[in-house]
C-alpha cells in the first residue's frame, strides 16, 4: 500500500459527512483462480468444511487445443436494495450504515427464507449452528481499520474494497477508470459487487450447466441445511457422460448404415455440447432447501381456510344450513388443519425452538411475519367461534365473527404468494399469477373438504380425493421446481 494508510485505502478518511458505502471490485484480469481469498476468509471466520462465503468459479472454453479457463470470484453483493434483509423474519440479516449486510447469529430462526430471495446464492446455513452465513464484509476488521482478509491476502491484488461513495477512494477511482459490470442488474438489487473485464459466461448461471462433480472435489451437492445428504451423491459425475459416448462409438462399428447414422448423429450433438463452456470448478449445490414440509403447509392451510371460506361464503348465500354439528365439524377441521400448519412451519426450521422469535422480534416487512400474524388472527376467530357454539351464546356473534373471518381466511390462503413473491432469487417472484394460482387451490381444497363434511355419497367422497391429490400435486411442484435451478 506504499505510504497510504489502510483508512485512505478504504476510503474513510475524516470525511466530513461520515457516509460510507462499502463495495468490492474483482479484477477478473487478475484473478489466477488460486483460492486464497476462500482460504482466508475461512480461517478468518471459521468456517465449517463445506459451506464457503466466498469461493473461486470456474469455467472453460473452447476445444482442444485451443482451450482458456476463466475465473470469477464469488460472494455476497452487499446489496443497496438486498432482498434477503426484507424477507429475514427477525432481522437478523441487516444492512448497516455503512453499507455492509451483516447478520446476527443470535436471532436466526433458520427459515432458510434469505437464501431464496438471494439473487447470488450467497448465503448458507451453517451445519453447525443452523443459522444463516454469509461475507460480512470483515465488518470486525473495519471496525479496527484493517481491509477484508480476501483483500489482504489476494497475491496479485485482484480484490479491491473500499468507500464507493467517495470519490478520492481507491475503489472509486478503479471504478471510474475501468469499464465494470456486475451479476444480475436485472434483479433490482443493486449490488455492491463490481467485475473488470469478465464474461457474460461465467457471470451468467445460465451460460454453463452444473456437472456432477468438479476439480478438486466430488460433494456434487448437499451441504448446510442438508450436508447429511452428501454421501449419497458421490457417484454422480461426468464420466457417465464419456462411457455413453465410447459406447456409441463401439456400437456404431458393428451397426447397419441405418442405426449408424442415427448413432453419428447422437455423436455430433455431444461434440457440439463440449464445445460450449464449461463449468469445471463451482461450490456445491445447496439443494432443496425449501421441502415437502413447505409444500404440504401450503395445501393443509388452504384446507382449514379453504373450507372456512367456502361454508361461511355458502351460508350468506343460502346454500346451506350451518346446524351447530356441521359447525363443531368444520370448526374442528379447520382448527386440526391449522394446527398441522404451525407444527409443519416449526418443523421446517433449522432452530425450532425460537421459532416465537417471529413474533417477539418481528421484522414487519416480511411476509413471514405478517402470515404468522394471520394465521394467529385466523386461528382466533375460529376459537372465538367454538366458544359461541360451546357456551350456546346468541348466533348472530357467529355471523359477525364470519365478517371477520372471511378476509382472514383468504388472507391465510394466499399470504404464501406474497412471501414467494419476497424470495426474488428464484421464478416464484417472476410469476404474476401465483396469487391466483394460490386462491383457486384454496377453493378447490375448500370445496373438497366440505364435501366430506355434508355430503355422504361416495362418487362425491372420491371425486374431492381426486381434486386434493391434483392440488397436492400442482403445489409441490410449485415449491420444488423453482429450487432446481441454479443461481451462480
Same mark, same amino acid.
Request: hydrophobic share 40%; aromatic share 10%; with cysteine.
Given at each position: 500500500?506504499?505510504?497510504?494508510?489502510?483508512?485512505?485505502?478504504?476510503?474513510?478518511?475524516?470525511?466530513?459527512?461520515?457516509?460510507?458505502?462499502?463495495?468490492?471490485?474483482?479484477?477478473?484480469?487478475?484473478?489466477?483462480?488460486?483460492?486464497?481469498?476462500?482460504?482466508?476468509?475461512?480461517?478468518?471466520?471459521?468456517?465449517?468444511?463445506?459451506?464457503?462465503?466466498?469461493?473461486?468459479?470456474?469455467?472453460?472454453?473452447?476445444?482442444?487445443?485451443?482451450?482458456?479457463?476463466?475465473?470469477?470470484?464469488?460472494?455476497?453483493?452487499?446489496?443497496?436494495?438486498?432482498?434477503?434483509?426484507?424477507?429475514?423474519?427477525?432481522?437478523?440479516?441487516?444492512?448497516?450504515?455503512?453499507?455492509?449486510?451483516?447478520?446476527?447469529?443470535?436471532?436466526?430462526?433458520?427459515?432458510?427464507?434469505?437464501?431464496?430471495?438471494?439473487?447470488?446464492?450467497?448465503?448458507?446455513?451453517?451445519?453447525?449452528?443452523?443459522?444463516?452465513?454469509?461475507?460480512?464484509?470483515?465488518?470486525?476488521?473495519?471496525?479496527?481499520?484493517?481491509?477484508?482478509?480476501?483483500?489482504?491476502?489476494?497475491?496479485?491484488?485482484?480484490?479491491?474494497?473500499?468507500?464507493?461513495?467517495?470519490?478520492?477512494?481507491?475503489?472509486?477511482?478503479?471504478?471510474?477508470?475501468?469499464?465494470?459490470?456486475?451479476?444480475?442488474?436485472?434483479?433490482?438489487?443493486?449490488?455492491?459487487?463490481?467485475?473488470?473485464?469478465?464474461?457474460?459466461?461465467?457471470?451468467?448461471?445460465?451460460?454453463?450447466?452444473?456437472?456432477?462433480?468438479?476439480?478438486?472435489?466430488?460433494?456434487?451437492?448437499?451441504?448446510?441445511?442438508?450436508?447429511?445428504?452428501?454421501?449419497?451423491? !458421490?457417484?454422480?459425475?461426468?464420466? $457417465? %457422460?464419456?462411457? /455413453?459416448?465410447? #459406447?456409441?462409438?463401439?456400437? +456404431?462399428?458393428? =451397426?447397419?448404415?441405418?442405426?449408424?447414422?442415427?448413432?453419428?448423429?447422437?455423436?455430433?450433438?455431444?461434440?457440439?455440447?463440449?464445445?460450449?463452456?464449461?463449468?469445471?470448478?463451482?461450490?456445491?449445490?445447496?439443494?432443496?432447501?425449501?421441502?415437502?414440509?413447505?409444500?404440504?403447509?401450503?395445501?393443509?392451510?388452504?384446507?382449514?381456510?379453504?373450507?372456512?371460506?367456502?361454508?361461511?361464503?355458502?351460508?350468506?348465500?343460502?346454500?346451506?344450513?350451518?346446524?351447530?354439528?356441521?359447525?363443531?365439524?368444520?370448526?374442528?377441521?379447520?382448527?386440526?388443519?391449522?394446527?398441522?400448519?404451525?407444527?409443519?412451519?416449526?418443523?421446517?426450521?433449522?432452530?425450532?425452538?425460537?421459532?416465537?422469535?417471529? !413474533?417477539?422480534?418481528?421484522?414487519? $416487512? %416480511?411476509?413471514? /411475519?405478517?402470515? #404468522?400474524?394471520?394465521?394467529? +388472527?385466523?386461528? =382466533?376467530?375460529?376459537?372465538?367461534?367454538?366458544?359461541?357454539?360451546?357456551?350456546?351464546?346468541?348466533?348472530?356473534?357467529?355471523?359477525?365473527?364470519?365478517?371477520?373471518?372471511?378476509?382472514?381466511?383468504?388472507?391465510?390462503?394466499?399470504?404464501?404468494?406474497?412471501?414467494?413473491?419476497?424470495?426474488?432469487?428464484?421464478?416464484?417472484?417472476?410469476?404474476?399469477?401465483?396469487?391466483?394460482?394460490?386462491?383457486?387451490?384454496?377453493?378447490?381444497?375448500?370445496?373438497?373438504?366440505?364435501?366430506?363434511?355434508?355430503?355422504?355419497?361416495?362418487?362425491?367422497?372420491?371425486?374431492?380425493?381426486?381434486?386434493?391429490?391434483?392440488?397436492?400435486?400442482?403445489?409441490?411442484?410449485?415449491?420444488?421446481?423453482?429450487? !432446481?435451478?441454479?443461481?451462480?
Amino acid at each position: 500500500m506504499g505510504e497510504q494508510s489502510t483508512n485512505e485505502v478504504l476510503g474513510v478518511a475524516q470525511r466530513s459527512d461520515d457516509v460510507v458505502n462499502f463495495g468490492f471490485v474483482i479484477d477478473n484480469r487478475k484473478c489466477i483462480g488460486c483460492h486464497a481469498c476462500t482460504v482466508a476468509c475461512k480461517s478468518e471466520h471459521d468456517v465449517p468444511i463445506g459451506v464457503n462465503r466466498t469461493h473461486v468459479k470456474y469455467i472453460e472454453k473452447g476445444t482442444y487445443p485451443d482451450v482458456t479457463r476463466e475465473f470469477s470470484v464469488h460472494r455476497c453483493n452487499h446489496c443497496e436494495d438486498s432482498p434477503c434483509t426484507t424477507i429475514c423474519p427477525t432481522t437478523a440479516l441487516f444492512t448497516r450504515e455503512d453499507g455492509i449486510v451483516d447478520f446476527d447469529d443470535d436471532r436466526c430462526i433458520g427459515c432458510k427464507s434469505c437464501m431464496q430471495a438471494c439473487p447470488y446464492d450467497a448465503l448458507y446455513i451453517d451445519p453447525n449452528k443452523g443459522t444463516a452465513a454469509k461475507c460480512n464484509y470483515c465488518a470486525h476488521r473495519i471496525e479496527n481499520s484493517y481491509e477484508p482478509s480476501c483483500v489482504v491476502v489476494c497475491p496479485v491484488e485482484a480484490i479491491i474494497s473500499g468507500d464507493l461513495d467517495d470519490p478520492n477512494s481507491s475503489i472509486s477511482n478503479y471504478i471510474s477508470e475501468h469499464e465494470v459490470t456486475v451479476r444480475k442488474p436485472e434483479s433490482g438489487a443493486k449490488p455492491n459487487v463490481f467485475y473488470v473485464e469478465t464474461s457474460e459466461d461465467i457471470l451468467d448461471p445460465h451460460a454453463t450447466e452444473r456437472s456432477g462433480e468438479y476439480l478438486w472435489t466430488d460433494q456434487a451437492a448437499g451441504v448446510g441445511h442438508f450436508a447429511k445428504y452428501a454421501d449419497s451423491r !458421490l457417484g454422480a459425475s461426468d464420466t $457417465n %457422460s464419456m462411457i /455413453v459416448q465410447l #459406447a456409441l462409438e463401439k456400437k +456404431a462399428r458393428a =451397426a447397419n448404415p441405418r442405426d449408424r447414422a442415427i448413432i453419428r448423429d447422437v455423436m455430433e450433438r455431444l461434440d457440439e455440447q463440449a464445445e460450449r463452456p464449461k463449468r469445471s470448478y463451482d461450490q456445491p449445490s445447496k439443494g432443496i432447501l425449501w421441502g415437502w414440509e413447505v409444500s404440504a403447509y401450503i395445501v393443509t392451510k388452504a384446507i382449514a381456510s379453504g373450507a372456512y371460506l367456502v361454508a361461511m361464503l355458502a351460508m350468506f348465500a343460502g346454500l346451506i344450513d350451518m346446524t351447530d354439528e356441521l359447525w363443531w365439524q368444520l370448526i374442528i377441521g379447520s382448527t386440526i388443519f391449522l394446527g398441522i400448519t404451525g407444527f409443519l412451519l416449526i418443523k421446517d426450521l433449522d432452530r425450532p425452538e425460537r421459532f416465537i422469535y417471529v !413474533l417477539l422480534r418481528p421484522n414487519w $416487512n %416480511s411476509w413471514l /411475519v405478517k402470515g #404468522a400474524y394471520i394465521l394467529g +388472527a385466523f386461528g =382466533a376467530v375460529l376459537a372465538c367461534s367454538g366458544a359461541v357454539i360451546f357456551f350456546d351464546l346468541d348466533r348472530n356473534y357467529l355471523d359477525y365473527l364470519a365478517i371477520a373471518g372471511i378476509p382472514l381466511a383468504t388472507l391465510t390462503g394466499i399470504y404464501t404468494a406474497w412471501l414467494f413473491g419476497q424470495a426474488s432469487g428464484r421464478n416464484w417472484s417472476k410469476d404474476p399469477y401465483l396469487t391466483l394460482k394460490m386462491l383457486i387451490e384454496m377453493v378447490i381444497l375448500g370445496v373438497s373438504s366440505l364435501v366430506f363434511l355434508i355430503s355422504s355419497e361416495l362418487i362425491y367422497w372420491a371425486l374431492a380425493s381426486v381434486l386434493i391429490i391434483l392440488v397436492c400435486r400442482h403445489a409441490h411442484n410449485t415449491v420444488i421446481q423453482p429450487q !432446481l435451478e441454479t443461481l451462480h
